[in-house]
Nanobody, 116 residues
Framework: VQLQASGGGSVQPGGSLKLSCVAS????????MGWYRQAPGKQRELVAIISNMGSTNVVDSVKGRFTISRDNAKNTVYLQMNSLKPEDTALYSC???????????WGQGTLVTVSS
């Protein structure tokens, strides 16, 4: 399974970006897909997850600003990021989990830099 993340870049505070994660197989085969991020010098943290039933959850620090969604026909999961802050600067990676096991797969990450 390959996960290809894209959409990162450099934006000013208050700006927006939309990340995409394209899977090499049907994303409906995964129970959970999610976005994680790792800022310089920090541990990787969960940002948002979406189940194969469409239920979503985002961490408090991005609630109201980030939205996770999926397009099964395109085998793609998205992360819409609005009102970006400098503390959102990180390498964003997508993850796919299949139960039982669980089997976990990671993409290579896309860098988001928020700076004035």
């Amino acid at each position: 399974v390959q996960l290809q993340a894209s959409g990162g870049g450099s934006v000013q505070p208050g700006g927006s970006l939309k990340l995409s994660c394209v899977a090499s197989r049907r994303i409906s085969s995964f129970n959970i897909m999610g976005w994680y991020r790792q800022a310089p010098g920090k541990q990787r943290e969960l940002v948002a997850i979406i189940s194969n039933m469409g239920s979503t959850n985002v961490v408090d620090s991005v609630k109201g600003r980030f939205t996770i969604s999926r397009d099964n026909a395109k085998n793609t999961v998205y992360l819409q990021m609005n009102s970006l802050k400098p503390e959102d600067t990180a390498l964003y990676s997508c993850n796919a989990v299949r139960y039982p096991g669980p089997d976990s797969y990671w993409g290579q990450g896309t860098l988001v830099t928020v700076s004035s």
